[in-house]
């Protein structure tokens, strides 16, 4: 599959605003830009710990990434996200915390509003038509062993395992790490990020992997147009 692009739907906060400039500087990558970004003051050695999710770039998932079937185009995925972010209102979420999720260190909500589950289940729901079927090494890369049977049953049938009832929102900020490492990477980004403002989710961003490249933004699409 070397060359095929890959796709994403994902929140990509507003550029330049307080919350993507944490981000972009934890995972020494802006998303947006494709530009190498300074790392967070006094944290060079976030380069270590950063490998997986700087691939992606500072993003919450709402459609994991997916190839396109034959019969789909980029700009048809363009614009089925734009009809969908056309007449949907903002998303309000809250202020968000820096937690330990499972081995990896992300923002979370601190308290998940329903509609945001709502949200996430209406974009797996929309773009599904666009996906291509997973390769038998594509789903071996989501280690369904290690799933449970309902999480099997939703890589079988969505492409993802995370979705609907076992939708998480969060928004990655390491690896996974060594337990030992979990309390003390938490409790130096929680320190770096400090008291955000209350998040709203405003646009739905479609990103575009290239071979082994990284994602980037091919379009942020604000709500209400």
Same mark, same amino acid.
């Given at each position: 599959?070397?060359?095929?692009?890959?796709?994403?739907?994902?929140?990509?906060?507003?550029?330049?605003?307080?919350?993507? =400039?944490?981000?972009?500087?934890? !995972?020494?990558?802006d998303n947006h830009t494709g530009a190498?970004?300074?790392?967070?003051?006094?944290?060079? %050695?976030?380069?270590?710990?950063?490998?997986? *999710?700087?691939?992606?770039?500072? @993003?919450? +998932?709402?459609?994991?990434?997916? =190839? !396109? $079937?034959?019969?789909?185009?980029?700009?048809?995925?363009?614009?089925? #996200? #734009?009809?969908?972010?056309?007449? @949907?209102?903002?998303?309000? &979420?809250?202020?968000?915390?820096?937690?330990?999720?499972?081995?990896?260190?992300?923002?979370?909500?601190?308290?998940?509003? *329903?509609?945001?589950?709502?949200?996430? #289940?209406?974009?797996?729901?929309?773009?599904?038509?666009?996906?291509?079927?997973?390769?038998?090494?594509?789903? /071996?890369? =989501?280690?369904?062993?290690?799933?449970?049977?309902?999480?099997?049953?939703?890589?079988?049938?969505?492409?993802? *395992? $995370?979705?609907?009832?076992?939708?998480?929102? $969060?928004? +990655?900020?390491?690896?996974?790490?060594?337990?030992?490492?979990?309390?003390?990477?938490?409790?130096?980004?929680?320190?770096?990020?400090?008291?955000?403002?209350?998040?709203?989710? %405003?646009?739905?961003?479609?990103?575009?992997?290239?071979? /082994?490249?990284?994602?980037?933004? &091919?379009?942020?699409?604000?709500?209400?147009?």
């Amino acid at each position: 599959m070397t060359g095929t692009p890959r796709y994403a739907l994902y929140f990509t906060p507003k550029p330049g605003s307080n919350l993507a =400039r944490f981000g972009n500087a934890v !995972l020494g990558y802006d998303n947006h830009t494709g530009a190498e970004i300074p790392r967070l003051g006094g944290m060079a %050695d976030l380069a270590g710990v950063t490998d997986s *999710p700087r691939r992606y770039g500072f @993003h919450a +998932t709402l459609k994991a990434p997916m =190839r !396109l $079937h034959s019969g789909a185009t980029e700009a048809g995925l363009l614009e089925a #996200a #734009a009809t969908l972010a056309a007449d @949907h209102p903002p998303v309000p &979420v809250g202020p968000l915390r820096v937690a330990t999720l499972g081995a990896f260190t992300a923002l979370i909500p601190e308290s998940a509003p *329903p509609e945001l589950g709502l949200f996430a #289940a209406e974009c797996v729901a929309a773009f599904e038509p666009f996906r291509a079927p997973l390769t038998e090494a594509e789903t /071996a890369r =989501r280690k369904p062993e290690r799933l449970s049977p309902r999480g099997r049953a939703l890589l079988a049938r969505w492409g993802y *395992p $995370h979705v609907f009832e076992e939708f998480r929102f $969060h928004m +990655t900020l390491t690896d996974a790490l060594p337990e030992t490492a979990r309390a003390p990477w938490r409790e130096r980004l929680a320190a770096a990020y400090g008291a955000g403002a209350p998040l709203t989710l %405003d646009a739905l961003s479609v990103l575009r992997q290239d071979g /082994a490249a990284q994602f980037q933004v &091919v379009q942020r699409i604000p709500f209400g147009g």
